[in-house]
């Protein structure tokens, strides 16, 4: 039987998830900019059309952007990442095997699914437009670089309704549209490599597929035999379908303006660390030593530069969120100097284990911890159905003059209570 790996990609993703709470904005320009309001990350088709590209800087594009009346959103993390799950529950629902690969896109195994796989890719389409409100597009193959493709086809051809489906198409079709596609586009060809290979001769994905697998090896490396195998429909990569648990978790920012002042990087510590723990808690592990950094801004060369991190160790693993808090505040005053003005900081945690192997030792305190982990499941439970933030430790302080810039946020619509979208009277 024919592999059939589908794979389902968000179109303009964090601009669409905009659109949800904002339908006035279909067929507008719209952009999302990164952390900061620095650069465009995310772009409406309108946009693309306009020639902007992606990773600009927005200083450098206001002129433009006023021009054609562009909207920019800064990002808003806590939507797109709620819709992100909603979409990926929902497509859940449509496979037994999934593999979720970044925020907005998915793998699905559609093997021995008996329905017509272009249809059933426009009921998927249907079931997250109707209840998401997010547009996709769908390609099917059977190997994922080639249903990566076959995404990347459907995007572009707005003859394919959305849904391109190589197991559907002839070799000569098929053939035909490899031609017309640079090599760059083939997911694991980076832009090195793209030179090297236009170096060989090969400049269009039928190229590589064409390409000696054996002679790729040699030249390149396994990464690249493996392409031009997987491109002429031999399945090297799995679904992977488990999404291990994060063996580094980290939590760092760039202010949003410099600041030389203690008690703000203070605030920026707790925060991250609050932040830190909460994730680690819900992946059921814990950490025995949390990493702290400071650093000044390289870029603005004349400043006098500092740089500085530090590891403390905990006595015992944790995911208490008081006492990472604590060690990181200690951490802080240590490498901190007066005189510098700061542009990041940031927590890593370290040794992390699950939970459930916790080591027991002669000192436990068994009251102690149980106590902790009641006061951490509350903790989360309330912050989670109130909104995140609802209670946090005082240190976070509650002037964040220090934070992120986020002139254009939109409002969290389905995180939090005070920011649900209303009907007008
Ligand atoms: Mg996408």
Redesign the pocket.
Known sequence: MTRAIALV?????FVSCERVFRPDLEGKPVVVLSNNDGCVVSRSQEVKNLGMKMAVPWYQMRDMARRHGIIAFSSNYTLYADLSNRVMSLLAQFSPDQEVYSI??SFLDLTGIPDNHTQYAQRIRETIRRCVGIPVCVGIASSKTLAKLANHIAKKNPRFGSVCDFNALSEKELNELFAAIDVREVWGVGRRSADSLNGMGIHSVLDLKRASAKRLREKFSVVQERIVNELNGVACLELDDVVPDKQQIICSRSFGALTSLLPDLEQAVVAYATRAAEKLRQQHSLADGIQVYIRTNPHKGRDPQYQQSVLMPLPEPTDDTRLLCHAALHGLRRIYRAGYAYQKAGVMLSGIIPASTRPRTLFDNAVAQEKSHTLMRTLDRINRSMGSGTIKLLGEGTDTSWAMRRDHRSKRYTTEWSELALCPA
Do not use: A, I, S
């Open positions: 990609d968000c179109n303009n993703f907005d896109e």
